[in-house]
T-cell receptor, first 110, second 114 residues
Framework: QKEVEQDPGPLSVPEGAIVSLNCTYS??????FMWYRQYSRKGPELLMY????GNKEDGRFTAQVDKSSKYISLFIRDSQPSDSATYLC??????????FGDGTTLTVKP | EAQVTQNPRYLITVTGKKLTVTCSQN?????MSWYRQDPGLGLRQIYY???????DKGDVPEGYKVSRKEKRNFPLILESPSPNQTSLYFC?????????????FGPGTRLLVL
């Protein structure tokens, strides 16, 4: 069983929709929770970062962590065609080990 | 400009021929890491380094070596490449392992082993 499981997708939504991307994890040692966006043929870029349970907002993006359920989510409000990309959750231990989900490919249609 | 550079960007080689992929960062970051990305498997960590002369295995270290003799450089060495190491490789760096919000990724190296 993988330590980090991500909803596989692909996901296709109309412009303006609310998008929910989800991951679960199994290792309680994980302490840092991140979401990356990766456009085709590019390296991942960090979108959101948190280390505690609860919500963290940044513009149209909200990262949610529930440590008791070992569940993390990324919500995108008012989705735009420019949000079309692959989204990767990543979870790190304090010792520097980093584990990524397999990614969810999102397409936002105009 | 703050950046992580990788060389080469594209490489075709044959089984068993030793190769090195270089990674360099100009941000004085302590933490550096190598990942490989394969279709449907996401990013998997190969090795990481918390600082000079400190390296540790990630999830898929077999067949790879790394060294960290200088803070800015973190080369990935394939002593005897095999076709199952054909992949897209990313190097990344961040200020420290506790500050992943500043992790920068390089542009990627696409490797084909025949």
């Amino acid at each position: 069983q993988k330590e980090v499981e991500q909803d596989p997708g692909p996901l296709s939504v109309p412009e303006g929709a609310i998008v929910s991307l989800n991951c679960t994890y199994s290792n309680s040692a994980f302490q840092y929770f991140m979401w990356y966006r990766q456009y085709s043929r590019k390296g991942p870029e960090l979108l959101m970062y948190t280390y505690s349970s609860g919500n963290k907002e940044d513009g149209r993006f909200t990262a949610q962590v529930d440590k008791s359920s070992k569940y993390i989510s990324l919500f995108i409000r008012d989705s735009q065609p420019s949000d079309s990309a692959t989204y990767l959750c990543a979870i790190n231990t304090n010792a520097g080990k980093s584990t990524f989900g397999d990614g969810t490919t999102l397409t936002v249609k105009p | 400009e703050a950046q992580v550079t990788q060389n080469p960007r594209y490489l075709i080689t044959v089984t068993g021929k030793k190769l090195t992929v270089t990674c360099s960062q100009n941000m004085n970051h302590e933490y550096m890491s190598w990942y490989r990305q394969d279709p449907g498997l996401g990013l998997r960590q190969i090795y990481y380094s918390m600082n000079v002369e400190v390296t540790d295995k990630g999830d898929v270290p077999e067949g790879y070596k790394v060294s960290r003799k200088e803070k800015r450089n973190f080369p990935l060495i394939l002593e005897s490449p095999s076709p199952n190491q054909t992949s897209l490789y990313f190097c990344a760096s961040s200020l420290s392992q506790g500050f992943q919000e500043t992790q920068y990724f390089g542009p990627g190296t696409r490797l084909l082993v025949l």
